[in-house]
């Protein structure tokens, strides 16, 4: 169990398949999978909290008057696999500097690593985040690609996520 979700999965494949064009064995690729599952970090905003309501996330009340004033969740995904809230900002962009913020915090080695985004339909708001943790930060590769059906149907249009490995989750 990888305790991933999203594009987190798509990372630690992508990491996988590094070690095995780098000459590492079947069980040494497994071993670096299973020792790194627990530092790769996962950073979520969604624009809409409606969906998060319809999920069983948030309450009608907190959606409906969220959503008119503006408060986007920052999310992550625990130890245990768990999606969790972790502080409510007010606007967009302040939410996707809320996530390079975390980033900043707890990355390991930014210019060494690729660097996953995962977006719903938000494609602009995607790459604005990867200018964004460019200007904070020396990283070199930044994959962007789009949040699965499953994860979209829960977190909807606009969501936004982070994917990268950290000194903890």
């Known amino acids: 169990d990888t305790l991933c979700a999203s ?4 990372m630690l ?13 079947i ?8 020792s790194n599952k627990l530092h790769l970090c996962h950073w979520f905003t969604v624009d809409d909290l409606h969906h998060l309501h319809r ?17 986007k969740p920052v999310l992550h995904v625990d130890d245990e696999g768990r999606l969790i ?12 500097k809320a996530l390079v913020k975390k980033m900043e915090e707890t990355a390991l080695a930014p210019a060494t690593q690729t660097i996953f985004i995962s977006h719903g339909d938000c494609l602009s708001d995607a790459e604005l985040l990867a ?19 499953v ?14 490995l950290g000194a903890k989750r």
């Open 131 to 149: 200018s964004m943790i460019r200007e904070k930060m020396p990283v070199q590769n930044i994959i962007i690609n789009y949040v699965g059906p």
């Open 27 to 34: 069980e040494e690729t497994r071993d670096y999978v299973e």
């Open 55 to 71: 999920g069983g996330r948030v309450s009608a009340a907190s959606a409906v008057v969220g959503t008119m004033l503006g408060i």
């Open 85 to 96: 809230f972790i502080e409510k900002v007010r606007g967009r962009r302040n939410s996707l």
């Open 151 to 164: 994860i979209g149907a829960h977190s909807g249009p606009g969501t936004i996520a982070l994917f990268f």
């Open 13 to 25: 494949i992508y990491l996988a398949v590094q070690q095995k064009q780098a000459g590492k064995s």
């Open 7 to 10: 594009l987190g999965q798509g």
